[in-house]
């Protein structure tokens, strides 16, 4: 009970999420976002998961990581998760850099780039950036204790609780609608970022595919 761990869904060395847990949609995304972002613990967010970058598809003459080059193409290495950021999508090497980068800027980065997202009010980027200025206001959940509900298969559920507040974190990972019991009837937490909310019936709670819902019990 005294543990405190340190959470990620994307480093260096695998493959970026959205390639490698088959992200269809931004609302997926957007549901590892919102998992990544409440549980209990610190967290650690991988260049380009705000963006929602894909795996890069790399040239052998660009790779530079000895395991792609050696063991090509069987492994194609680690660099398709390490290219730069991509900051512009009008700019040279995603305005990166005006020199030659390590990894050069994947073409179809560009398209997420953050200067396309930060004028796209429900972009990846706005939702990453909205959750977190919510989150850095909610004590229970930057502090709070956790404890894992049963529920269906292909969802979680867990409250977190600081201070005499109790928060309901219910997810649906799946491309079905689905329905989860609560512990007691809630209500969709004040000031939760839009993407957030489910549809309650007492302590019913009905999830769209890919669904949040942050409430409080």
């Known amino acids: 009970t005294d543990g405190w761990p340190c959470w990620a869904i994307g480093n260096h060395d695998v493959s970026r999420v959205a390639t490698r847990w088959q992200a269809r949609s931004p609302q997926q ?10 549980l209990r613990g610190s967290v650690c967010i991988y260049q380009g998961e705000e963006l929602g970058l894909t795996e890069a598809e790399l040239e052998y003459k660009d790779l530079v990581d000895p395991y ?12 398709g998760c390490r290219t730069p950021m991509v900051w512009h999508d009008k700019e040279a090497n995603g305005g990166f850099s005006d020199a030659r980068p390590w990894l050069p800027v994947y073409d179809e980065h560009y398209g997420a780039a953050v200067a396309v997202q930060h004028e796209q009010e429900n972009s990846i980027l706005q939702a990453y950036r909205k959750f977190l200025g919510w989150r850095a206001q ?44 609560a512990p007691a009837a809630g209500q ?18 009905e999830l769209q595919p890919w669904g949040v819902e942050i409430a409080t019990l």
């Open 29 to 38: 995304l957007k549901a590892y976002m919102a998992m990544l972002l409440t």
């Open 68 to 79: 792609g080059i050696n063991f090509w193409p069987e492994y194609k290495g680690r660099d």
């Open 138 to 181: 909610q004590p229970v959940l930057l502090k709070g204790d956790i404890e894992f509900l049963d529920s269906p298969e292909n969802t979680l559920a867990y409250t977190r609780t600081y201070e005499g507040t109790t928060l309901l974190v219910a997810l649906n990972l799946a491309d079905q609608q689905v329905r989860i019991t």
């Open 188 to 205: 969709t937490v004040s000031g939760a970022p839009d993407f957030v909310g489910g549809s309650w019936n007492d302590r019913e709670l």
